[in-house]
C-alpha cells in the first residue's frame, strides 16, 4: 500500500476530514509503521556495514599542571577532531576526555588534571567512541576485520561500574558497548527564516540537500522538533507541521538524522582498523503519497489496522469500528509474534545446539535481544 492508500482507506471511516486531521492520520500510520519494524529483527532488515578506526596520537610531549585542564604540546599537532577523545597523561591510571581545542598545541580537558604535575611527558589520544551508519537501529553482530575477532557486546552499565584499567587500555578492540544515540552531525550553517504558523523554512546562504527530508530541524532554544517533509531548494524546506515557535527571521537552527548510534570500543583501537558489523536498520518514515512501508507487503495491513484503532477514538462513525480495529490489531500482532516465535530465520532467540555459530545457542554466544556473537 502506498501512503496515500492508508490516508484514503482512514478517512473512509471518519466524520470529517481537515488539515489537522490529516496530519493527524499522517502520523498514527508512521507511529505504527515504527512500531512494527522496531519490534522484530525482521530477515529484509539487516545490512552489513563497515567502519575504521583512528590511530592513537602520541606525537611530541606535553605539559600536564596538576589542578588545571589545559594541556600544553610541544612539537604536538592538536586538531578539533580529538574534541570527544580521551588522553592519557604518561603512565597515569587516567583517562581524561579532551572538551575544547584552542590550536596545534593546547587542547582543554573536561576536568582537571588529578596527577602530578609533568613537563616534557609522553601521552596518548586515543578514539573510543565510534558513529554507525545513520540507518543502523541494532546491531546483530562486531567482528574486528584484522584478526577476525567477533567482538563481544558488553552492556554499559555493567562496564562503567567495573573496576580496572580497561578505560586506560588500548591495543586492538575486542569488546563493543552501545552507548545509544547521537545527532552530533547535525547541519547549521549559517541561519533561517521560521515563521509562525508556516511550515516553510527559508535559509539565508545555506545548503540545503534532498537527503535531509525526513531528517529532524529544530530551531536553537525550542525543544521541539519537527520533521523535513521536502527540500525545495537550497535554501527552501518544508516541515511536517507547521511552525509553533516565535517568528524569527535570523533563527539558528539544526538538521540531522533521528538520531544515529554510536559504539565504544574497548580496548581503545590503537592503530587504524577495519571494524565489521551487521546491523538491522531503522526504518523509514513514508512522506510522499507513493511512499510504501519497508516492510514485506503480506503485513502492510497491520499499520492500518494500527493507525486506525489509534485515529478512530472520538473521530469514528461509530463505536463498532474502534472496537473492531483494536481486536484486528491485537490479532495482527499475535500473529507475526507466532510467525516469528517458528521461523527460524525471523527468530533472534532460535535454539539450534547443532549449529552454534549462526544461531542463539551453544557456547560462545551471548543472548541480548539480537544476534550477537562473543569471540
Not at 114 to 139: C, E, P, W
Not at 343 to 353: G, I
Amino acid at each position: 500500500m502506498r501512503f496515500k492508500d492508508y490516508k484514503d482507506e482512514i478517512r473512509r471511516h471518519l466524520t470529517n476530514w481537515t488539515t489537522e486531521t490529516e496530519l493527524a492520520v499522517e502520523l498514527a500510520i508512521n507511529n505504527n509503521l515504527f512500531e512494527i519494524r522496531n519490534k522484530f529483527n525482521w530477515w529484509f532488515a539487516r545490512e552489513r556495514f563497515y567502519f575504521d578506526t583512528v590511530a592513537k596520537y602520541a606525537t611530541g610531549t606535553i605539559t600536564a599542571t596538576n589542578g588545571s585542564a589545559t594541556i600544553t604540546g610541544s612539537g604536538t599537532t592538536f586538531t578539533a577532531a580529538m574534541v570527544g577523545r580521551k588522553l592519557i597523561v604518561g603512565g597515569d591510571s587516567t583517562a581524561y576526555v579532551i572538551k575544547t581545542f584552542t590550536s596545534a598545541t593546547s587542547i582543554t580537558l573536561e576536568s582537571v588534571y588529578q596527577g602530578t604535575t609533568v613537563s616534557g611527558s609522553t601521552f596518548a589520544i586515543l578514539k573510543h567512541i565510534y558513529r554507525l551508519n545513520d540507518r543502523a537501529m541494532r546491531i546483530l553482530w562486531m567482528m574486528q576485520n584484522a584478526d577476525k575477532i567477533k567482538m563481544r557486546h558488553v552492556d554499559a552499565r555493567y562496564f562503567d561500574e567495573a573496576k580496572g584499567p580497561w578505560n586506560t587500555s588500548y591495543g586492538k578492540p575486542s569488546h563493543y558497548i552501545p552507548r545509544g544515540q547521537t545527532t552530533a552531525n547535525y547541519y547549521a550553517a549559517n541561519t533561517v527564516l521560521v515563521t509562525n504558523g508556516s511550515a516553510t523554512v527559508t535559509g539565508s546562504s545555506t545548503a540545503f540537500t534532498s537527503d535531509m527530508a525526513g531528517m529532524v530541524f529544530k530551531v536553537v532554544g525550542d525543544d521541539i522538533e519537527y520533521i523535513i517533509s521536502a527540500v525545495g531548494s537550497a535554501t527552501s524546506i518544508t516541515l511536517d507541521t507547521n511552525y509553533d515557535g516565535t517568528t524569527n527571521a535570523s533563527a539558528s537552527y539544526a538538521i540531522g538524522p533521528w538520531g544515529t548510534e554510536q559504539v565504544e570500543l574497548w580496548p581503545a583501537p590503537e592503530t587504524a582498523m577495519q571494524i565489521e558489523y551487521w546491523a538491522q536498520l531503522r526504518a523509514v518514515k513514508m512522506v510522499a503519497d507513493n511512499d510504501v512501508p519497508d516492510l514485506p507487503e503480506q503485513w502492510h495491513a497491520v499499520i492500518l489496522h494500527g493507525a486506525l484503532a489509534e485515529i478512530l477514538p472520538g473521530r469514528a462513525l461509530n463505536e463498532a469500528e474502534i472496537d473492531r480495529y483494536e481486536k484486528k490489531y491485537a490479532g495482527d500482532l499475535k500473529d507475526i509474534k507466532s510467525w516469528h516465535n517458528v521461523n527460524e530465520d525471523e527468530n533472534p532467540f532460535f535454539k539450534d545446539t547443532n549449529n552454534p555459530e549462526i544461531t542463539g545457542g551453544g557456547t560462545g554466544f551471548s543472548d541480548d535481544n539480537a544476534w550477537v556473537f562473543t569471540k
